[in-house]
């Protein structure tokens, strides 16, 4: 099944949302198969970001990126890792649509939530950036006989 990486950002750690965040994904009837909070350093917060690093404000999204903790997740599912894009919404929240999580709960681009991947090689890259093999459990749920 398709992965994604999904992390709440140090605002929506700060602002209380990483329940309502979690409600979403599993409301929408994606799996969970692994989460932890930490503490993002600034060597991975360059790597994890690395594709902006010459964008003019490459020094504020690391800044921002490690100024508290983080909420880390992989979630699974049937096309989770665009279906996880639309329900974030545009990555400047006063474009976002109402309803998505940029949308509901984001004013500015530099402080707008939740990160997800946007391909399959992102995906695949930032969950190994970011959880170890171990940290990622594989399990079955009954529900899913109902979400499939
Ligand atoms: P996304 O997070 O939607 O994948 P991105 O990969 O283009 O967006 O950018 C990564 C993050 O960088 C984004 O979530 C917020 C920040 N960012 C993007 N564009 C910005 C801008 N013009 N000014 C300040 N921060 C920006
Ligand atoms: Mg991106």
Same mark, same amino acid.
């Given at each position: 099944?398709?992965?994604?990486?999904?992390?709440?950002?140090?605002?929506?750690?700060?602002?209380?949302?990483?329940?309502?965040?979690?409600?979403?994904?599993?409301?929408?009837?994606?799996?969970?198969?692994?989460?932890?909070?930490?503490?993002?350093?600034?060597?991975?917060?360059?790597?994890?970001?690395? *594709?902006?690093?010459?964008?003019? @404000? !490459?020094? #504020?999204?690391?800044?921002?990126?490690? &100024?508290?903790?983080?909420?880390?997740? %992989?979630?699974?599912?049937?096309?989770?890792?665009?279906?996880?894009?639309?329900?974030?919404?545009?990555?400047?929240?006063?474009?976002?649509?109402?309803?998505?999580?940029?949308?509901?709960?984001?004013?500015?681009?530099?402080?707008?939530?939740?990160?997800?991947?946007?391909?399959?090689?992102?995906? *695949?890259?930032?969950?190994?950036? @970011? !959880?170890? #093999?171990?940290?990622?459990?594989?399990? &079955?749920?009954?529900?899913?006989?109902? %979400?499939?």
């Amino acid at each position: 099944m398709e992965k994604t990486f999904l992390m709440v950002k140090p605002d929506g750690v700060q602002r209380n949302l990483i329940g309502e965040i979690v409600t979403r994904f599993e409301k929408k009837g994606f799996h969970l198969a692994g989460a932890k909070l930490m503490q993002i350093s600034t060597e991975l917060a360059e790597q994890h970001y690395g *594709e902006h690093k010459e964008r003019p @404000f !490459f020094g #504020e999204l690391v800044d921002f990126i490690t &100024s508290g903790p983080v909420f880390a997740m %992989v979630w699974e599912g049937e096309n989770v890792i665009a279906t996880a894009r639309q329900m974030m919404g545009a990555t400047n929240p006063k474009d976002a649509q109402p309803g998505t999580i940029r949308g509901d709960f984001g004013v500015i681009v530099g402080k707008n939530i939740i990160h997800g991947s946007d391909s399959p090689e992102s995906a *695949e890259r930032e969950i190994g950036l @970011f !959880f170890k #093999e171990e940290e990622l459990v594989a399990y &079955s749920k009954d529900i899913n006989n109902w %979400v499939y």
